[in-house]
């Protein structure tokens, strides 16, 4: 930030993440929502927003942006171990009854909202990102499995006890998923994007269940050695 002054700019468009806001209070959960995050990449980007805020105060223009989970052309993350699992025809354990949503956003969604913020003079002010109408984990999961051909299925588990074996695994330092995405997987996490819909226009334009299958889609085709049209792959709603 302070490179970015000295170079005389004054507007920033900055992403953290939807992981600021640690355990469900309240659902949906707007910008209002208590930051509470629950690991140190939580922590690390609440940390940044703390300092943007004291940056605006200096005459710095910066909308921050609180993402769900990125889909989009090269990202897999951990759902690369989703993925392989299913390729192998093996169980897929989630983490309670599979009944909460789960919600993506697209990063073609992600850039649309940056261009907006600096059409609209770079707000000072903070907006979740996510999609519209996150279907459950169960059906996301289901309907990838038969997209794959997969003989996979479904194990619901009790949360607490796959919790407890999680944060055992982070003990003595062999970390199988994050703090902040295993703590909540059974929650109710769906951020509320109306401030961003209200104040810049925007709309997210991608549903969870396409891009879930269009990145599984571009897993196939790079292990197959083959091309993959990411850009199009996933289609509008």
Not at 57 to 67: A, D, M, T, V, Y
Not at 98 to 107: L, R, W
Not at 112 to 139: I, M, Q
Request: proline share 7%.
């Amino acid at each position: 930030m302070k490179a970015t002054t000295k170079a005389g700019a004054n507007r920033m468009v900055q992403f953290t993440t939807d992981m600021i806001y640690g355990h469900t209070v309240q659902s949906p959960q707007t910008e209002d929502h208590p930051a509470k995050p629950l690991g140190e990449y939580g922590k690390s980007k609440w940390a940044t927003e703390k300092l943007a805020v004291e940056w605006r105060k200096q005459g710095l223009n910066i909308s921050i942006f609180r993402p769900r989970l990125i889909i989009g052309p090269g990202r897999l993350g951990i759902l690369e171990k989703l993925f392989k699992l299913i390729d192998a025809n093996l169980p897929v354990p989630m983490i309670g009854s599979g009944k909460n949503p789960y919600q993506f956003i697209s990063v073609f969604d992600c850039a649309e909202a940056a261009r907006l913020a600096w059409k609209g003079g770079v707000p000072n002010a903070e907006y979740n990102l996510g999609s519209d109408n996150p279907p459950s984990v169960k059906k996301l999961l289901g309907d990838l499995i038969v997209h794959a051909g997969s003989k996979s299925f479904l194990l619901p588990t009790p949360a607490f006890a796959v919790k407890a074996t999680l944060a055992a695994f982070d003990a003595i330092n062999l970390p199988i998923m994050d703090p902040e995405q295993y703590l909540i997987a059974n929650e109710m996490c769906i951020r509320e994007t109306g401030k961003l819909k209200r104040e810049l226009g925007w709309k997210p334009q991608y549903n969870d269940g396409a891009m879930l299958i269009a990145a599984y889609d571009e897993y196939r085709a790079k292990k197959a050695g083959q091309s993959y049209a990411t850009t199009s792959a996933v289609p509008a709603e």
